[in-house]
């Protein structure tokens, strides 16, 4: 019973992870936390995952423990790569949906630096707003 608490509760950790990744930089009042996660979700996958391997999630990686608990094997593939394969009810190329995930990451970090260093430097004179 406690492990399928567990396993629904890295599911919302999952979720919510993914979807703060994904929209909070739309909020000027969450953009500076948006920024610290999506560095660290970067240093996991580049920097921890040099030790741990490739895209490195310490999240997954303790959901997965929790599912091997209930007696469930480890998914091949990231953990956005088996939600994407549920929803869409078919296999998917695991190493196209990583690519997918690192080059959009990589752009929501650049959003987010832009914007995050913009709100330090304020409006620049003699450029309009």
């Known amino acids: 019973m406690l492990y399928r608490i567990v396993n629904a ?4 950790i999952h979720l919510a992870i993914i979807f703060f990744v994904m929209f909070a930089w739309l909020f000027p009042a969450l953009r ?11 240093g996991s996958w580049f920097i921890l995952g040099r030790w741990m391997g490739r895209g490195y999630c310490p999240v997954s990686d303790f959901h997965w423990r929790a599912k091997a608990a209930l007696g469930e094997s480890r998914p091949k593939g990231s953990y956005i790569h088996v939600m994407l394969q549920n929803l869409a009810r078919r296999e998917l190329d695991a190493g196209t949906v990583d690519k997918v995930v690192v080059v959009t990451t990589l752009v929501l970090a650049g959003i987010s630096i832009a914007l995050n260093v913009g ?11």
């Not at 709100?119 to 707003?129: D, F, H, Q, T």
């Open 32 to 42: 500076l936390a948006h920024l610290v996660l999506i560095l660290l979700t970067l």
């Open 119 to 129: 709100a330090l430097l304020g409006p620049v004179s003699g450029l309009p707003a």
């Open 9 to 12: 509760l890295f599911h919302l």
